[in-house]
């Protein structure tokens, strides 16, 4: 059975803390993304990766950074969290290809900054 | 401005009917469109994909239809069920290999 798995369900953190949140698929796939999810607003894509130490910004990159060090892990940071950030985050991955893939999406990590 | 557009009212209907959910877009012109459920607390779930030269698609009691020149597509659940309710995400392909998508329509089955 296929899984992305994220590190925390729920997560509170304090304004100006480092925050990270992982990702990790065993689906040997290439491509990961990071989305965040607003009510009203959709998901919405924050950082992507094709391949091992390979990153993209996508549309809300601005307070955020990733890392991908190994193929199976992709990792968000909060370099200094703000109450802005609160939110639900969700990692997905999908194989290379032509982009008609389903993306298999973790089960979301609830982030609150206080 | 691109746009992807769903329904952001709840839907709500009786078991046993057909549900109609529908999303719209404008200024893509997408090869694809794929449809998702998501339950509260959940990451979405991918459900069904329709290609732009595909008028129809069906999956059991799912069908999707993708109008390329009204630019929308139809999500319909038949013989609707408490089962089904949850929120339905419509995603398409930005023309640049990455995934847009809608805000989500909440639907409502009642027994």
């Known amino acids: 059975d296929v899984k992305v798995t994220q590190s925390s369900r729920y997560l509170v953190k304090r304004t100006g803390e480092k925050v990270f949140l992982e990702c990790v698929q065993d689906?040997?796939?290439?491509?990961m993304f990071w989305y965040r999810q607003d009510p009203g607003l959709g998901l919405r894509l924050i950082y992507f990766?094709?391949?091992?130490?390979?990153?993209e910004k996508g549309d809300i990159p601005e307070g955020y950074s990733v890392s991908r060090e190994k193929k199976e892990r992709f990792s968000l940071i909060l370099e200094s969290a703000s109450t802005n950030q609160t939110s639900m985050y969700l990692c997905?991955?999908?194989?290379?290809?032509?982009?008609?893939?389903?993306?298999?999406f973790g089960p979301g990590t609830r982030l609150t900054v206080t | 401005s691109q746009k992807i557009e769903q329904n952001s009212e709840a839907l709500n209907i009786q078991e046993g009917k057909t549900a109609t959910l529908t999303c719209n877009y404008t200024?893509?012109?997408?090869?694809?469109l794929q449809w998702y459920r998501q339950d509260p607390g959940r990451g979405p779930v991918f459900l069904l994909l329709?290609?732009?030269?595909?008028k129809e698609k069906r999956k059991e009691r799912l069908k999707v239809t993708f109008d390329t020149t009204l630019k929308q597509s139809l999500f319909h659940i038949t013989a609707s069920q408490p089962a089904d309710s949850a929120t339905y995400l419509c995603?398409?392909?930005?023309?640049?290999?990455?995934?847009?998508f809608g805000q989500g329509t909440t639907l409502q089955v009642k027994p």
């Open positions: 329709i290609r732009e030269n595909e």
């Open positions: 997905a991955s999908i194989p290379a290809g032509t982009g008609y893939n389903e993306q298999y």
């Open positions: 995603a398409l392909d930005g023309n640049t290999g990455k995934l847009i």
């Open positions: 200024n893509y012109s997408p090869a694809y």
């Open positions: 689906m040997d796939h290439e491509n």
């Open positions: 990766s094709y391949d091992v130490k390979m990153k």
